[in-house]
C-alpha cells in the first residue's frame, strides 16, 4: 500500500478525534450561579448535579472556590477516551461539598467520572456512596470526612474498577446500637478492580478499611492507616470481614486476590491486619508500627469453605518502640492453607521478641519458615531506616490530621536488602527470618504476577483553568 493510501485511510481516524475533543466543553459551577445559567464562565451553574446532568463525554466541570450543598443523584458516563472531569479549580480542597443524606451519590452504571481537589463533608449518613454497577471512577486529591451516624466515609458496593489517589478518608460516624465504636473510614462490598494508592486514611472506628462480600482484585498500596479509636475490637483493615449469605452470593471467599503492600499501619488498637476467608492474599513490604493485638490475625468470615488459603506475609517491617510487642501472627478461628512466612523483620526496641511467631503452629500449615537470625540496629529503635528514594524524619509521629502524610511508605520495599546488610545478632531482642526459592531468588519474586493490578487506566490528566 503506498503512503497515499495509508495517509488518506487515516484521515477519517484524525477528524473523528478532532471532532470529539472540539466538542468537549467546560461547565461552570459558582457559588453565585444558578440552575437555569448556561454554565459559561460569565453565566455558571450553581451545583455539581445540575452541570453533570448537562456534561457529555469529554467535558470539565470546573467548579470554583466555595461551599455547595451535597446530595443528589449522579448518573452521568463518560467514555474511556473521554472522561467527564470534576475539578476544583482554584486548587484543592478549595470546592467544598457538605450536607445532605449522602454527600456525593454515584449510581446507574454511572462510568468514567474523575473527581479532583473537592473536599467533601459532613453528611447525616454515609458521605460517599458508589453502587449500581457504577465504574471506572477516580477520586483524586480528595478528602472526604465526618460522615454521619452509622455512615461510612466511602462506601462502594456492586461496583467495578474504582480508584483512589492521594486523597484523605477520616471520621465516619458513630455506630448506634453496638460495642464497636463508629463505622468505616473505607467500606468496599462485591467489588472487583479497586486501587487504593498514596491516601491518609486516619481516625476511623473500628475497621478503618476492609474489602469484603466476594471482593476481588483489590490492591492497597503506599497510604498511611493511623488513629483507629480507642474501643475498636477488630484489627485496623480487613482483608474480607463477615458478610450477609445474600450478600456474599455463589462467592467461596470473602475476598480473592489481594494485594497489601507498602503502607505504613500505625497504632491498632486491636491489631493491624485481619484475613477473613481470604484466597490469594499477599501482605508485603509494608511497616506496622506500635500496634497492639498483634499484626496479623487469621479470622472467621461468612466464605461457605471456612477458610483462608494462599497468603504470603513476606518482606514486611514490624516495629515496637515502646518495647510492648505482641504476638505478631494470630489464629484465633476458621482453617488456613499454605501461609507463607518469609523475610521479615521485627524490632521490639530492645525487648525480647516472644513467642517467635507462628512457633506455636503445626509446621505442615507454614509453607517457608525462618531460617536465620538478625536484627537491626539500636539507631532503628525510634524510627524506620532510610533508603535513597525517601528519607523519613527523625521519629515516627502520628500523621496530622487534615494534612498530607508526612512522609511516604515507599522505603519499605528495600527493607529486606537494609535488615540483611545489618548482619547482627541481639539473642532475642529483635529478629529477621526468611528463606529463599529453590530457584534461587528471592520469596518475593513468587508474588510478581501480583504486579500486573497495580496500574489503573488513568486517561485524566492535570486540570487546567
Not at 1 to 14: A, D, E, G, I, T
Request: aromatic share 6%.
Amino acid at each position: 500500500m503506498s503512503r497515499q493510501n495509508v495517509f488518506f485511510l487515516s484521515l477519517p481516524v484524525v477528524f473523528s478525534a478532532l471532532s470529539a475533543s472540539a466538542a468537549a466543553a467546560d461547565l461552570y459551577v459558582a457559588p453565585n450561579g444558578r440552575s437555569g445559567n448556561a454554565g459559561t464562565s460569565a453565566a455558571p451553574f450553581d451545583r455539581i448535579t445540575t452541570a453533570l446532568n448537562r456534561a457529555r463525554p469529554g467535558d470539565r466541570v470546573l467548579v470554583r472556590a466555595g461551599t455547595y450543598p451535597g446530595g443528589g443523584w449522579i448518573s452521568a458516563s463518560g467514555t474511556a477516551a473521554a472522561p467527564i472531569r470534576v475539578v476544583s479549580v482554584d486548587g484543592p480542597r478549595r470546592a467544598v461539598i457538605a450536607g445532605g443524606s449522602e454527600t456525593l451519590r454515584i449510581g446507574d452504571a454511572a462510568s468514567y467520572l474523575s473527581f479532583e481537589g473537592l473536599e467533601l463533608r459532613n453528611s447525616t449518613n454515609n458521605l460517599i456512596h458508589i453502587d449500581g454497577g457504577s465504574h471506572h471512577i477516580w477520586l483524586r486529591d480528595v478528602y472526604a470526612h465526618h460522615a454521619g451516624v452509622d455512615g461510612d466515609v466511602l462506601k462502594v458496593n456492586q461496583a467495578r474498577s474504582i480508584y483512589l489517589e492521594r486523597s484523605e478518608f477520616a471520621f465516619p460516624g458513630v455506630r448506634t446500637g453496638s460495642e464497636n465504636p463508629s463505622q468505616e473510614c473505607i467500606d468496599f462490598v462485591d467489588v472487583d478492580d479497586i486501587v487504593v494508592r498514596d491516601s491518609y486514611i486516619h481516625d476511623g472506628g473500628n475497621s478503618m478499611m476492609y474489602a469484603k462480600g466476594g471482593a476481588q482484585g483489590v490492591v492497597f498500596e503506599n497510604n498511611v492507616i493511623a488513629g483507629q479509636r480507642a474501643g475498636a475490637i477488630d484489627p485496623m483493615v480487613g482483608l474480607g470481614a463477615s458478610t450477609d449469605s445474600s450478600l456474599l452470593g455463589d462467592a467461596q471467599f470473602e475476598a480473592i486476590d489481594i494485594v497489601f503492600r507498602n503502607n505504613v499501619v500505625i497504632g491498632g488498637v486491636a491489631g493491624a491486619v485481619g484475613v477473613y476467608d481470604g484466597q490469594n492474599v499477599v501482605i508485603a513490604n509494608n511497616l506496622f508500627l506500635n500496634n497492639n493485638g498483634g499484626v496479623v490475625e487469621f479470622r472467621a468470615g461468612s466464605g461457605p469453605l471456612e477458610r483462608s488459603e494462599d497468603v504470603s506475609f513476606v518482606n514486611n517491617l514490624v516495629v515496637d518502640t515502646r518495647g510492648r510487642m505482641s504476638t505478631v501472627l494470630r489464629r484465633s478461628s476458621h482453617g488456613l492453607n499454605a501461609f507463607v512466612v518469609s523475610h521479615n523483620l521485627f524490632w521490639n526496641n530492645g525487648q525480647a521478641v516472644l513467642p517467635r511467631p507462628c512457633s506455636t503452629w503445626p509446621r505442615s500449615l507454614v509453607t517457608s519458615w525462618p531460617t536465620r537470625a538478625s536484627a537491626h540496629p539500636r539507631r532503628w529503635a525510634t524510627a524506620p531506616p532510610s533508603s535513597p528514594r525517601s528519607s523519613p524524619p527523625p521519629t515516627a509521629p502520628r500523621p496530622r490530621r487534615g494534612s498530607t502524610p508526612p512522609w511516604r511508605p515507599s522505603w519499605c520495599s528495600t527493607t529486606s536488602a537494609a535488615c540483611a546488610a545489618t548482619g547482627a545478632t541481639t539473642g532475642g531482642r529483635g529478629s529477621s527470618e526468611g528463606s529463599g526459592r529453590a530457584d534461587g531468588r528471592r520469596g518475593d519474586d513468587a508474588h510478581a504476577r501480583h504486579r500486573r493490578r497495580v496500574t489503573a487506566p488513568t486517561p485524566v490528566t492535570d486540570a487546567g483553568g
